[in-house]
């Protein structure tokens, strides 16, 4: 799973050390996982942040909690800290952050996710443009944002209806539909 070396850990105790009782160690969790736009992130965690499912290990000075969405994305990351001159950094590598690891058990975002970054966005980044997903509902419904040269197409809808939402419905079980929030009067950046 995760490593978290020795002057990693002796870091990040001095750093809990010196916040409030009310953090009890830290949460490693990934942002866009399976993605290009992958981030592996760090942070305080407070009570409010925990979630039962979260996998966690007690370290001597602190404990760490693991987001277990992010898991399969935290296999063989590695958290380091080296000493510099101008005091030290904090390094996180997760070399499979960015990997698609998408199988029937995995949440409808990540096989959305995985079906726009690897099918769609190819094909639009030949007009400079893109679609990332903003949110899905409760009645299971994809909210997407256009954005580079797809945001202010005049073109959208056909992209929107014959492409990406007919890909996502059709292999993307358990979607009930897709709906549109770019902002398309902007077409500073619109492929013509």
Do not use: W
């Not at 039962?52 to 990351?77: G, I, N």
């Not at 040269?149 to 890909?167: I, N, Y």
Request: one cysteine or more; aromatic letters at 6%; hydrophobic letters at 35%.
């Amino acid at each position: 799973m995760v490593t978290i070396t020795e002057s990693a850990q002796g870091y990040l105790a001095e750093l809990l050390a010196k916040q409030g009782d009310d953090v009890l160690g830290v949460r490693m969790f990934i942002t866009n996982p399976g993605t290009s736009r992958a981030e592996t992130c760090i942070a305080y965690c407070r009570e409010g942040d925990i979630n039962e499912e979260d996998d966690s290990v007690e370290f001597t000075a602190f404990k760490a909690f693991y987001e277990k969405r992010s898991l399969p994305f935290l296999k063989d990351a590695i958290v380091d800290y080296a000493k510099d001159r101008m005091g030290g950094q904090l390094t996180i590598k997760a070399p499979n952050a960015k990997m698609p690891q998408v199988s029937a058990d995995s949440p409808l975002e990540d096989h959305i996710n995985y079906i726009l970054y690897n099918e769609v966005n190819p094909s639009l980044a030949a007009h400079g443009g893109e679609v990332s997903l903003e949110k899905i509902t409760d009645d299971k419904v994809a909210i997407l944002k256009f954005g580079g040269g797809c945001q202010g197409c005049s073109m959208v809808d056909v992209t929107l209806k014959e492409g990406v939402e007919k890909t996502l419905l059709e292999k993307v079980h358990g979607l009930a539909g897709v709906r549109d929030v770019t902002d398309h009067t902007d077409k500073s950046d619109a492929y013509m």
